[in-house]
């Protein structure tokens, strides 16, 4: 389902081509300050434009259509409404039996006997981050002593980004890249042992965002390389400061009060200049497609506002959950 | 908290050094064989024992307690329950003072306010991974169409297992390792996009196994380095066949009807021989701890039937989900 | 919070006096026709302006937002919005201080710490129940083999509904009234034993229904002066046909074939127009309070499109649980 | 499923003739001195035994099996278990081809394709409400400011309670009653709007108590014929105190500091001494059943404990989402 949280609760809706796309948070607290300039800052670092992303352009207004009374948030369901508006009326029929490699279209028309809006990605498109990064700038508010920052660290295999941005450019290539988050300010005791472990609801929000296809972390994958002796971080406070972080700040899946570090592997962006091969489902045959028109070059430029909202969704509902429930910030 | 699943919903529940530890199923469709013997096979190979493993000893045997009725699950909730026998008396009270870097014990005191069991790490014991895998046992017969198979790959550092055990016996270190995980046969459809995508679901459970610190999906973190052209999987046949396998069977969070392979990085056990400092709560000062008793090796080498089993768990709810939800078996 | 069921979600937001009301739908299979004309008779059933209702008049409209292509669900989320256009600009702010006797105006301050929309009962009007209407018409498709009719069988003591609501109009006073739902075509088997009973979901929507102070099933509170030879019903056919429906469709928490049968007691509408005391909590004082404009005599009137929309949302669910989870309707 | 609660989860299982009944609570807070002496007095009031009663006899002793250390609970799930010991050995299997009357025989063996556990009702049991009543010992140490009492007020339609049970003796019938329960020292702001009233959640929970076949809160269904003049509860002061309490303490779903009152129906005991009729499902002809043994001649005596039970666990859930969700009790 479209839903996640437990008691900050987010609903996601909304299609690329469709009318709006959208969110409603149900267990916001009530008396957060909250105004449509409050979204730019995030929705600006998500938004296309830059050297390397797509050019669609739209103005991303957030649209406050309930649960906000007098600048503040009143306890109701808070739906944020986002109109699409520079939607191109060609036609995407034809994905509808050419599905494009690395996309959903063949999924998406399987899965919902052929009923799936397919334009653009239908409800499947990365335009539905758009929602989530906005439900991630109130998550940031019902969390605000945390400092939650994501940062592109590598794209194309090279920590120096613009070179192999310039590069996928004069290539004419897309390109992945890893995406790092880093927590501070956390207190101990968020997040539960087994089904609710603070690995589990992180990776379980940021595998919603498209492209990513893994997630690791504090050491991640080199902690399978470590021994236990070298992996184990030494505690050296009362408030369990550790000397090194290799845990990522999490053990027994509860937040230790170290810092939370993990990182997300970012695939290139499907959408390529080059003719691929699909099979093509009408007539029962393999053929050449090529995609039209300008696309994201590297998509992980970006995923880090999108990863920090999905960050602050999961983390805002866990400060919610261990810290004090009430409806009000006070 | 300690329940997954949506239709098929585990509840795991018990403590390393307490009575028992157990699994309440709910939802398991009505009409399946089961009796004490299914077990076995998979018990078995989470078992200690092995070179590398603890030789703690339990008899692990399953009691079937509620939801079978003459050989069958009758539709109601399946309770299974493990005894624990081979308890030692030994005092683990130090533990609630010298917290054991790399476990649990300071972040369960903490959350706990003190209450928390801590003989030989309480409810966060990896001793629970064995109601999940007795769970695991149920959810294969649910979808017994598939075949879910996971193998250690690397431990150590090195693809030839059998020596890095050996070397870390002679090095008194414990080691890590990578797990992987391959499911055939599945239909397209199963997961939804965003919230509940395959990953998603996958991810929860799996880091819901102590020691996951990493997962990654079809060609994961090296997918960051691949280009769009070299990454996308062609469409080779009106089945959703792809020629390569890069996006390990999933597309927009849904199974696209190929198989489904995912990695885990398992960190080093973080029970030691060698001395490490740890911070004396209640002395307020570092001290080096020595962890008494023989330990695993490589927990790594116990993941695979733990990982087969967090796998089928996801599964058997979205088979369920997907295809039929009634509650018997035809 | 604001989200019901289990395959078959809706979640409702908005305010009286705020932007919009409305509902999202996650969980709606697809391949439903769906037009706004499809909602036309149940709104028109539910709204105000006949004899004994409020005169606001709002044009109702469903803006079917998202989860639509091409004029059948899709299988996305559903998003349907209703504008609030006949607003008025009055000053709603002494509600803040003279709490309305009978409705939520003191409970809502007090729960949301000053910050509830206050202006006509803000998020707790009734006019939510306008989006929970419009998903019992998409609920009705789902189940569109049951036929699920509810209708006003007394008001103000008296079962001639006609000239109970004239005497109360005459005498300037609100009347309550019962109102009896009937279903019939369901099958054998929907519900489960304990939480899950059908029992326990019907109520649990009603009451979300504001104004519903009580519900029986059968033979209900009735049931509790009869003997059990008198209250049995005897089965009379290999598919469940009982002689009588005392049990009003239900054993053990889940249909039995039989026709459902419950009634719900409104209570009268508690915006009247004789003055009556609340404690002023600016002043600390009692004072008399007098409210003004014309409201419902007798909100009874439009409950029944509303129950059957609850009794629609619980039922598509429990038909999806039981019969078929899959996405498409075939 | 047969769980309900958000953050004091309550999941229970067991059938009446297998090994067990029991409950896992799951999200109790850590520090509760809890022990099988604790359970005793609502046991008791639960148990058989008094006139008008079945002469079943069960030690229902507790068995605290996990969730407990030196004493309080953990903060881990807390599992309780009841052995079945008096299950006699005799042949139920009758009730597979001859449904009795007012039970869920027949819904049972419809909904589980045959494989419910029929002996003595099987999970449908009333003997599950020993689990609940235990929950519930837990649920008031949750919320232990609250003062939760419910009492049989009407039996057989008299409230002279002991003569009706003596002509029902006499008389060999089984009779119904209604339980009222009401619930003090309530703080304001529990529960909310819409679907998550409390209402909502008692009633849903009520419900899963069998032979409960109808719930009216404050005047009920009486208020149905009452003015709005006459319902309406003057506000008295600030604090939100009213003069009368025909809303039952609740307004807009959500508690409004006054005493929390509801009644609930009870069907008379279905097994009844006299022949009734019903479908032999093998022969597919009506013939007589007579139901053997010594019954409940008025299960509504066991009533109260179960229903203070089922309040309790709403409301502790409520006090902890409300007020503070800590895991720990300071």
């Given at each position: 389902m479209n839903t996640f949280g437990r008691l900050f609760r987010v609903h996601i809706f909304g299609e690329s081509h469709g009318k709006a796309v959208g969110v409603t948070i149900d267990g916001c607290p009530a008396g957060i300050p909250l105004s449509p300039?409050?979204?730019e800052a995030d929705l600006a670092r998500r938004k296309s434009g830059a050297k390397g992303t797509t050019p669609r352009k739209e103005s991303d207004k957030p649209e406050l259509m309930t649960g906000i009374f007098e600048g503040k948030t009143t306890g109701a369901p808070l739906t944020i409404l986002f109109r699409n508006e520079n939607v191109q009326s060609k036609d995407y029929s034809n994905l509808k039996n050419s599905p494009r490699p690395g996309h959903a279209d063949f999924v998406a028309q399987q899965k919902f006997g052929g009923f799936a809006d397919y334009r653009g990605g239908g409800h499947f498109s990365g335009r539905l981050t758009l929602p989530l990064t906005a439900a991630g700038v109130v998550a940031k508010k019902v969390c605000e002593k945390l400092k939650i920052q994501a940062r592109l660290v590598e794209t194309g295999g090279d920590s120096d980004i613009e070179s192999a941005i310039d590069r996928a450019i004069e290539q004419n290539q897309s390109i992945g890249g890893i995406v790092e988050c880093r927590i501070a300010n956390l207190p101990v005791g968020l997040g539960e042992p087994f089904f609710d472990s603070v690995e589990s609801l992180l990776s379980h929000v940021v595998f919603a965002i498209p492209a990513i296809k893994g997630i690791e972390f504090g050491a991640g994958f080199q902690a399978a390389r470590m021994t236990g002796a070298e992996h184990n971080d030494n505690i050296v406070s009362t408030?369990?400061?550790?000397?090194?972080?290799h845990a990522g700040g999490i053990n027994g899946g509860i937040t230790n009060g170290n810092e939370l570090v993990f990182r997300v592997a970012v695939k290139p962006t499907s959408s390529v200049s080059t003719a691929q091969n699909t099979m093509n489902l009408q007539k029962g045959e393999v053929e050449a497609l090529k995609i039209e028109g300008r696309h994201d070059r590297c998509i992980a430029l970006r995923v880090p506002p999108v990863l920090e909202a999905a960050t602050a969704i999961v983390l805002a509902d866990l400060m919610l959950l261990e810290q004090k429930a009430r409806r009000v910030i006070t």
């Open positions: 300039t409050d979204f408030e369990g400061k550790t000397e090194t972080n």
